[in-house]
């Protein structure tokens, strides 16, 4: 293995660091929410005495932000509303992980809870049967900030990993890490749909999907929260930035992205590509969505939306398995004349409930 990568902790830390087994009569739910970012993720853990069956069986509780949201003073208590939940594949047995809202009061969701927002409006439309998918890409970093295997000469820079086996000395150790992060949301209950190695150094993929309603963006939420955990245990930083790399000159065209899927039964029926073709047109005149695809009104795509390396451009294109497309009709659905829609927009780091209330509320409500 290189000396880029730290020892290898599956099998050892992974799951119980001392072999400890817990107590028979309690089950320990790690609450997990989305910080003032909107897309890093904090936890604590809560013992109880009883096993939940669902969500709503979890206490509220509480924790302390120090960070300002807006309109409410810094440093208050904020109130945990558990809306989620699944299997813990750290502490397994009966153990759970709890997705929470940040609320200000029993009646007031905190201003950075776009949850709220999104899952009112999926339940106003659930009769369109919306079904969300999204790929996920991420690198995994060195010490130095850049990508684990990333060499100082940004010309020697290796463009085509997508898919790859082998090809650096890392990609033993890389792989490893992904297939533990796979298997964690495997066993946490997560709809996955697959992995694979991205176009560049130390970047890789999962996708999640199809979800039907706000459980593709809770899913998400709790599969980043997993990844960081798993970077924990590999001792790495997992990055989801729009561009990781400290500087243009290291990577001019590397990115990470957050690809949406997007479609409604009457897509997915025969005769559907009439609907999607209809739906691509509405987001062809509506550049508007560009300000929710990114946490800063559009900023970050500005850079990232280069039109190379698989990459679509800022200016809207769209075409069947053309991925420099903005919006993307996959083959399989061209041929078969009914599906689903690709948004290639969005950044890994977007905040996936505000991508889908705006996909929503643009291609169902407009």
Not at 214 to 224: E, G, P
Request: with cysteine; charged share 25%.
């Amino acid at each position: 293995m290189s000396d880029k990568c730290p020892p290898s902790p599956y099998g050892a830390y992974g799951t119980n660091a001392f072999d400890i087994p817990y107590p028979d009569d309690k089950v320990l739910v790690e609450y997990v929410f989305l910080n003032h970012t909107r897309h890093r993720v904090h936890s604590k853990t809560r013992v109880l005495d009883y096993e939940p069956q669902k969500a709503e069986d979890c206490p509220l509780w509480d924790v302390y932000m120090f960070k300002t949201f807006e309109g409410v003073e810094p440093r208050k208590e904020m109130i945990l509303k558990p809306v989620a939940m699944y299997r813990d594949p750290f502490r397994r047995g009966l153990n759970k992980i709890a997705l929470c809202e940040l609320w200000e009061t029993m009646e007031k969701p905190a201003g950075v809870n776009t949850r709220r927002s999104c899952a009112e409006l999926l339940k106003k439309v659930e009769e369109e049967g919306v079904w969300f998918g999204m790929e996920q890409e991420y690198f995994i970093m060195g010490d130095n900030g850049l990508p684990l295997n990333w060499d100082k000469d940004p010309k020697a820079i290796n463009l085509n990993f997508h898919t790859g086996v082998g090809l650096c000395k890392t990609a033993g150790y890389e792989r490893e890490l992904a297939e533990f992060h796979f298997q964690a949301c495997l066993y946490a209950g997560l709809k996955m749909y697959g992995i694979n190695r991205e176009d560049s150094p130390s970047q890789w993929e999962y996708q999640i999907g199809p979800c039907e309603g706000i459980d593709l963006a809770d899913q998400i939420v709790i599969s980043r929260y997993l990844l960081w955990r798993t970077g924990e245990f590999y001792g790495v930083e997992i990055s989801m930035d729009t561009k990781p790399a400290v500087s243009p000159e290291n990577a001019p065209n590397q990115s990470n992205g957050g690809h949406m899927n997007f479609s409604t039964t009457r897509m997915r029926k025969e005769g559907g590509i009439k609907y999607i073709n209809e739906a691509v047109e509405i987001l062809r005149n509506s550049p508007q969505v560009m300000s929710h695809y990114d946490l800063h009104g559009g900023k970050d795509n500005a850079k990232r939306l280069t039109n190379a390396y698989f990459v679509p451009g800022m200016d809207f294109t769209t075409g069947i398995g053309d991925k420099y497309s903005s919006v993307r009709i996959p083959t399989l659905v061209a041929l078969q004349g009914k599906g689903y829609l690709e948004d290639r927009r969005p950044c890994a780091n977007a905040d996936p409930y505000e991508v889908c209330e705006t996909l929503t509320r643009t291609l169902l409500c407009s």
